[in-house]
């Protein structure tokens, strides 16, 4: 056989039928399923008459929706929404992590966290960000909601294949950059569209180096290049965190599971339709200063000046951004203050992010006027931080210490951005009004958005005194 | 599903790239659980523009969106899709969509048609002049009174679905047989006893 991706080894093994010409019918592995993309797919199920066929392959939980402050729900909407999961999640048989239950949480952190997403698997759930999987070696790709009816009703999806796409981090990541820095410079480069219709695989020594949490980072971000899926090979580290979490391969099943693990990266010669090179060496920490991933640039840059992009569409987007944005050309990226710093989101709230966050803010306080929060990706991370101290670190700081949930990374429950405010975000998508209408967000790491709650401005974490 | 053969009517143009679907529909009117009525919620924060196009007494009604590149990019909410049907489009036209959009709008019955940017800046320049298009989804043409036809391509099995007002699954549960002979051999990768 000749030589293949990861991506095709993985296709290949879920190819339930392959239409002459047509897509090629997929089997899913595991569906997951919240609040927010699922309640029409369940309603049409129920007059149709259609069961759910594998509800041992669905799980389901409350992320969007749920505040992150204790109380009750007052939002009739959202507590609507939740009751239908609920209802619809008892009635067809799904389990379901509610709020409370200790084991919710956004979706893309609490299926690696308990061992469902695995190496070789198709994953998918109605919501872009379910790229984030693919950083254990799985084909995880986001859904609509009729595609999510699809998966209940059939557990397999009809799919075109994809083009893939190698995107190779080469050199060595400085010292205090992260996961974060590596993926915005990539969207930057390859831009947010760059990766359209393809499946991209992550490669290099940059990304080998980077801890599994790490590389969900990337993956996570991988829509935000437009890519249907990013993805990278298993090797130890995949496996050391997968070993002993609840659902992965225990005993005499886990040794088979790696044995097949193993067979998984992609073969020495395969063929990929596109890639890019991505230079780590001389990475800066990277701050977004408009309305897209892409639009992106070093810490110690500035805002750019509309009339340096040759391409009239760009031109205007731009122009659009910096409106938007109330950001002037040729302004220090540095110069830029802030009014809030939302550290969360499927992109960047497992532990380690609060750790690196935590230990910037360690003894030292948020700047006045800034009004900073942390929402743990899931119970579970928030439980692992309280034993760790980590909330006592970020309160002694200044900081809210939340309960898990989407949260500001789009807004859905109480915590948004008013009109005009400014805020240094953890989380993956700074479209206009995504925090909240009328609010300006700039994405960054962790460690960076800790630095700028120090600062009540954009700083240099590695300059921090 | 209802069925989408040909279309012909106005066009509104949104001459922007990359527009996303968090603009298409705010995260704010995601919360309902109805799969209906999301048009009056249409790109509900540049409506508050009276200058924006989609404010203009001609674009009501008018059936084709001609988009910038990269239409539907970002979050994977189908309610995107529902909205501007719902508004009254049954036809987007860009030189490139995102891909879960491109899928979801086919899903709700508006086709989302991919064409090289000049071939987009000529139907442009064309309605610019004489607003009207017709949008021919069984012959894959699309022709301007002024006699301009531009061809375009179209996956089969999405043409299917909006010629014929498909219902997807039902198209796959034919296939009942061959997911059971799948399934005949297939382990689950994990025990949800585990956790439950
Ligand atoms: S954290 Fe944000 S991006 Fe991630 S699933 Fe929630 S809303 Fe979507």
């Known amino acids: 056989m000749s030589a293949r991706t990861l991506f095709r ?6 190819v339930v039928e392959q239409a002459p010409d ?12 919240h609040e927010v993309t699922s309640p029409q797919a369940f309603e049409s199920l129920r007059v149709n008459g259609r069961p759910v066929r594998r509800p041992d392959l669905t799980v389901a939980t409350m992320d969007h929706n749920v505040p992150t402050l204790d109380g009750p729900i007052t939002d009739p909407l959202a507590r609507a929404q939740l009751e239908a999961l609920r209802q619809n999640c008892e009635e067809f048989g ?6 409370g239950s200790g084991r919710e949480g956004i979706v893309h952190v609490i299926g690696p966290e308990l061992g469902l997403t695995q190496p070789g698997m198709t994953i998918v759930c109605g919501d872009s960000h379910t790229s984030t999987h693919g950083a254990l070696g799985a084909l995880a790709f986001g859904i609509g909601t009729s595609e999510v009816e699809h998966v209940l009703a059939t557990q397999t999806l009809p799919q075109a294949l994809p083009r893939t796409m190698r995107v190779d981090f080469v050199g060595e990541l400085p010292f ?48 935000e290049a437009g890519a249907r899926a990013g993805l990278i090979a298993p090797d130890d ?11 992965a391969p225990s005993g005499a099943a886990w040794e088979a599971a790696l044995g097949a693990w193993h067979q998984l990266p992609s073969d020495e010669g395969a063929v990929y339709d596109d890639a890019a090179t991505i230079d ?4 800066k920490p990277q701050v977004t200063w408009g309305t897209n991933p892409g639009m992106v640039a070093p810490v110690d840059g500035v805002v750019p000046d509309p009339s340096d992009f040759s391409d009239p569409d760009q031109r205007e987007a731009v122009e659009r951004a910096l409106r938007y944005m109330d950001l002037a050309p040729g302004t220090p990226l540095v110069e830029v203050a802030i009014d809030k710093v939302f550290i969360g989101s499927c992109t960047n709230a497992r532990i380690e992010d609060l750790r690196t966050a935590a230990q910037v803010v360690a003894g030292r306080r948020v700047a006045d006027g800034v009004h900073a929060i942390v929402v743990p990706g899931s119970a579970h991370v928030k439980q692992q931080a309280e034993d760790e101290g980590l909330d006592a670190i970020f309160q002694a700081a200044g900081f809210e210490w939340r309960r898990a949930g989407c949260s500001m990374c789009l807004g859905m429950n109480p915590d948004i951005l008013r009109p005009g405010e400014r805020c240094a975000s953890t989380s993956n998508r700074n479209f206009e009004g995504r925090q909240g209408a009328g609010g300006r967000t700039h994405l960054l790491s962790p460690a960076m958005a800790a630095a700028a709650a120090l600062k009540g401005r954009f700083a240099d974490v590695r300059e921090l005194s | 599903m209802r069925a989408l053969r040909t279309v012909t009517g106005r066009a509104v143009v949104l001459d922007r790239a990359d527009v996303d679907t968090d603009q298409i529909i705010p995260k704010q009117f995601l919360k309902r659980i109805e799969r209906t009525g999301y048009g009056e919620f249409l790109f509900f924060d540049w409506m508050r523009d009276p200058d924006f196009v989609l404010n203009r007494e001609e674009s009501h009604g008018a059936p084709v969106l001609i988009a910038g590149r990269n239409f539907g990019c970002g979050s994977s909410r189908e309610h995107a899709a529902w909205a501007l049907e719902d508004f009254g489009f049954r036809v987007v036209i860009a030189p490139s969509f995102g891909d879960i959009f491109r899928t979801n709008a086919v899903n709700s019955g508006l086709a989302p048609i991919a064409l090289p940017a000049e071939d987009v800046a000529r139907l442009r320049e064309a309605v610019g002049r004489q ?4 949008v021919d989804l069984e012959r894959l043409v699309i022709s301007h009174p002024n006699g301009l036809r531009i061809e375009f391509p179209f996956d089969a099995h999405s043409q299917e679905t909006l010629v014929e007002g498909l219902d997807d699954i039902a198209r796959t549960l034919k296939r009942g047989e061959a997911i059971d002979a799948f399934e005949a051999s297939y382990v689950p990768r994990f025990d949800l006893a585990r956790i439950s």
Request: hydrophobic share 50%; proline share 2%; charged share 15%.
């Open chain 1, 94 to 99: 799904v389990l379901l992590f509610a709020t």
């Open chain 1, 9 to 14: 080894k993985i296709w290949d093994a879920h």
């Open chain 1, 237 to 247: 580290v995949t496996f050391a965190y997968l070993e002993g979490r609840p659902c």
């Open chain 2, 131 to 134: 607003n009207e298009l017709t």
């Open chain 1, 280 to 283: 780590v060496s001389r990475l």
């Open chain 1, 22 to 33: 047509g897509p090629a019918l997929l089997y899913i592995d595991l569906h997951l399923v």
């Open chain 1, 176 to 223: 205090g950059l992260a996961a974060k820095d590596m993926v915005l410079a990539a969207i930057g480069q390859i831009g947010v569209a760059g990766g359209q219709g393809r499946v991209i695989e992550y490669t290099g020594d940059a990304i080998r180096a980077l801890s599994m949490e790490g590389r969900l980072t990337v993956c996570n971000m991988s829509i």
